[in-house]
């Protein structure tokens, strides 16, 4: 064959040796029929694979030479079809080079420095930055690992320091710079030198002293390289195992773990394995899968209690750590199973009072089993806080809830486990009212009051059935309370004897909440005006901050469906005004309006502060409850204001624009949206057309999502009555001399009684000017007729009012009279109080005296009855 085809790897010696060997079988097979005789293959078919050095082409010539002398009629067997008994004889005498660990990283340190070489001959900077990287990560193996440092490593860094001052050098002077990219990774290898330099500045002066000693101190501490391991021999299964059919079991794998350590899990070594997890634990190659198995088969061999609290303490904290993740929440199957064991370790310290989970204990040594008979007061006090797993599962659902669909049965399913959660709370709110830990379980109460107080009576109740299954069992049950107002009302009396004063604020807030939800206003609003939170919530923490909006919208909607319009409207209005309703009530991020960039920080913390979908206040309801509520308030107002300049003062800002978008419209068509139904309704009530304004209103479909819709669709027809009245006498007062009280009763559907009670008071209240004739039956109406004077004089008389109101205001915040509750008390305060109180008396009398004569129906929300009793004297 022609040289010229041979491949890399064939040698005239290979050649040689080869034709020797084919004339010296040729000799000696002679006589062997040509049947038995290989062909040749061609050197044109045979890959790289294929190819063997001389001594295996020698061995298997050899051994074909034996086989076809010994048996001339059977043909050689293929490599492939050999049994077990051809593998054992040739396994006897294969040696194998098994290389450790750190021989591996040793030789990956020195090719990845070969490979720095190579771009620095090239002047690839790029390459040399990213193998520098690689090079960093291999040491800080080395380091984890508790190994010196190479001196191979510390002569790569003083030479990469001279290459790199040397280039740097050379870039100044050179007149054609290097691209922008290699340019960029240079100036990086030198940030990156410098810090590793100075990282590494011992090993390196050790070096520099002394290189070969720091050779031989590396080579101490080295291992041998080669350990030569025979191969073990496979045992040889019997005609009779393999007859019966039966497996053999093979008991000669071990268990090991990082590092190729042997692990044996039994009861004697498990303060051991349990020392090496915690070890391992938050390190940056730990295999996380890994060590919960190892400490679930930990608890399967675990014999006395304390073993077991032992391995659950660690086990819990392990499946917590497993997803590191802020953003992601914790898989639902980890949480089920995180809770189950939370639960059983709650039974083992419930069950055995001897041993006891706390989170400040003596320090005890962690090798040793301890018993309660050792300890000086028969209590085995383990380190450790089951509140903070409680707070951890609490957290985790909540962020699960947060991230899932709310509009798939997947959030459905994950809500189910609420139960078992609660459940969970209640058992841990047991076990420390049995151990008598006052701090811990007022923040269990907490979790388990915010699980129920914002929920109706049917879902408490639910939840509250899970506990009949327990074992254990907190002293305030649904069971032992009988409703659910007087249970939440004994957990929130809990909580308000608790030190902790954010916990004080959060029951106050719940239950606030729960009374606005039972249609309970009056208890909701004196338990908010006098607990002073509208106060000191500024400088509360965000959660605390949300909690108080929901609650003082809840209360809005409780005064509307108990018919108290005003008090719906001036509670709803100041969150209305500010246009953010979704976002303070966590239910919406952010809009990023007028170039306002969140930053991601910003904008991950807001949204990992929204409430669960569940947990949501129907909003579009909210805002038709609230602007009802302005309709029935404004449109009265701006029917008895006479003036324009007095028009433009309005009670519900938010309203009046709507309302004043929807008359600059040139065409209205029919309503469609919430807005549009009131807008028209509100225009329908301006011209006197209650019915109408009635059916728009009752035609709402988002009212059905109220609870009690009849009655509140009863109450706001009877409201829109009452205000349409008000309405019409305050349009057409200065058009009638009389009005038949009969009339009006018949034309607005009103019991003469309701309408003759609804003039008088505003006659009373200085509304109407006006008087009821009982003889007739009609109402008489005075016209009070004011020059122009008088009229500017109101004006100045008003502004001079509400800038004196103004400054007292600044005032008091600059005195300190309106502070919190240290100022109400001490002398000073008291001082201040009785001067706020002379300068409001002053600037009432100042207010009289330039009025002078009846005041207008400006202020007559803000007069009282000592003044009219005085100025009928």
């Known amino acids: 064959m022609s040289r010229f085809f041979r491949q890399a790897g064939d040698s005239d010696s290979d050649t040689e040796e080869s034709d020797e060997e084919l004339l010296t079988s040729g000799d000696e097979d002679a006589a062997a029929p040509k049947a038995a005789a290989k062909p040749a293959m061609s050197r044109f ?126 870039e100044k002077e050179a007149k054609k710079k290097m691209n922008a990219t290699n340019a960029r990774a240079l100036n990086s290898m030198k940030q990156k030198v410098r810090k590793t330099a100075k990282e590494f500045e011992k090993e390196v002066q050790q070096y520099q002293n002394d290189p070969e000693a720091f050779e031989r101190e590396f080579t101490a501490h080295a291992q041998p390289a080669d350990v030569v391991a025979p191969k073990p021999k496979k045992p040889k299964k019997s005609a009779d195992s393999e007859s019966d059919g039966e497996p053999v079991l093979d008991d000669r794998f071990t268990t090991v773990g990082k590092g190729g350590k042997a692990m044996s899990f039994s009861a004697d070594n498990i303060f051991k394995t349990l020392k090496l997890v915690h070890e391992a634990r938050g390190k940056k190659n730990t295999d996380r899968g890994e060590q919960i198995r190892i400490l679930e088969k930990l608890l399967e061999v ?60 003596e320090d005890y040594d962690e090798l040793v089993e301890r018993h309660p008979a050792t300890e000086s007061d028969g209590v085995v006090r383990i380190r450790g806080s089951i509140i903070s797993f ?52 007022a923040r269990v109460i907490m979790r ?22 327990s ?149 579009e309801l909210l805002e ?106 305050f349009t057409y007062a200065p058009y009638y001399s009389t009005l038949s009280l009969s009339l009006l009763s018949r034309t607005f559907s009103l019991p003469l009684r309701s309408v003759t009670s609804m003039i008088s008071k505003m006659i009373w209240n200085e509304e109407l000017s006006a008087s009821l004739d009982q003889s007739t039956g009609v109402v ?4 009070i007729e004011h020059s122009r004077p008088q009229q500017l004089a109101q004006v100045i008389a008003d502004k001079v009012s509400a800038l004196l109101e103004q400054n007292e205001k600044g005032l008091d915040i600059k005195l300190g009279g309106s502070g919190g509750w240290g100022d109400r008390t001490g002398d000073k305060g008291e001082k201040r109080g009785e001067q706020t109180q002379e300068r409001r008396g002053r600037g009432d009398r100042t207010r009289g005296s330039l009025r002078g004569g009846p005041r207008g129906r400006g202020s007559r929300f803000a007069q009282g009855l000592g003044n009219q009793m005085t100025r009928v004297r």
């Open 45 to 170: 078919l045979r890959t790289a694979g294929s190819d063997s050095s001389s001594s295996d082409s020698e061995s298997s010539d050899e051994d074909e030479s034996e086989m076809s002398d010994e048996e001339p009629t059977q043909k050689k067997k293929s490599r492939f079809m050999r049994g077990d008994s051809d593998e054992d004889s040739e396994d006897e005498d294969v040696k194998r080079v098994v290389k450790s660990t750190k021989d591996k990283r040793l030789e990956e340190i020195e090719a990845t420095g070969k490979v720095m070489d190579n771009g620095l001959k090239i002047n690839d900077w790029v390459a040399i930055s990213n193998e520098f990287d690689k090079l960093l990560r291999l040491v800080q193996r080395q380091s984890n690992a508790a190994e010196p440092l190479p001196p191979f490593f510390v002569k790569t860094l003083l030479s990469l320091e001279d290459s790199l001052n040397a280039a740097l050098m050379k």
């Open 390 to 441: 409680v707070d951890r599962l609490d957290d985790e659902f909540t962020k699960s809830l947060q991230n899932i669909d709310p509009h798939g049965t997947e959030y459905v399913d994950r809500l189910k486990d609420e139960k078992v959660l609660y459940r969970t709370i209640s058992r841990s709110q047991a076990f420390y009212e049995q151990t008598s830990q006052p701090e811990p379980l």
């Open 624 to 729: 038709a409850a609230f602007l009802v509520s302005s309709m029935l308030v404004e449109v009265p107002l701006l029917a008895s204001i006479e003036s324009e300049e007095q028009k433009r003062k309005a009670i519900s800002k938010p309203f009046r624009r709507l309302l004043d978008f929807a008359d600059r419209q040139v065409f209205t068509g029919p309503p469609e949206s919430t807005r549009d139904h009131i807008m028209q309704a509100s225009k329908a009530l301006q011209d006197g057309e209650w019915e109408k304004c009635r059916d728009l209103i009752q035609s709402i479909k988002i009212w059905s999502l109220m609870p009690e819709v009849v009655s509140v669709k009863e109450m706001l027809a009877k409201r829109i009555q009452e205000q349409g009245l008000r309405t019409y006498l």
């Open 448 to 469: 388990r009051l915010e699980h129920i107080y914002s929920k109706p009576d049917a879902v408490v109740s639910a939840l509250e059935s899970s506990l009949a299954s």
């Open 302 to 361: 675990a014999v006395t209690s304390y073993q077991r609290i032992r391995i659950l303490l660690a086990l819990v904290s392990s499946r917590f750590d497993y997803n590191s993740s802020i953003t992601s929440y914790m898989p639902t199957d980890l949480w089920l199973s995180a809770q189950h064991e939370v639960d059983q370790l709650i039974s083992i310290v419930v069950a055995d009072s001897s041993y006891a989970v706390q989170e400040d204990t």
């Open 471 to 619: 074992e254990i069992t907190p002293s305030v049950t649904l069971a032992s309370s009988a409703t659910t107002s007087s249970l939440i009302h004994s957990l929130c009396v809990h909580l308000y004897k608790a030190d902790n004063s954010l916990l004080r604020t959060r029951a106050m807030l719940s239950h606030i909440y729960h009374h606005a939800l039972h249609n309970d206003f009056y208890t909701a609003r004196d338990m908010l005006l006098m607990s002073h939170l509208q106060e000191s919530i500024h400088s509360a923490d965000v959660a605390t901050q949300i909690l108080y909006n929901r609650t003082v919208v809840q209360l809005g909607l409780c005064a509307f469906r108990c018919g108290l319009i005003k008090e719906a409207q001036a509670t709803l209005q100041d969150i209305f005004t500010t246009q953010r309703v979704k976002e303070l009530l966590a239910q919406g991020v952010h809009q990023q309006r007028f170039q306002q960039q969140l930053t991601p920080e910003q904008e991950k913390a807001e949204r990992s502060r929204q409430l669960p979908f569940h947990m949501h206040i129907n909003t």
């Open 780 to 783: 008489v109406f005075h016209r």
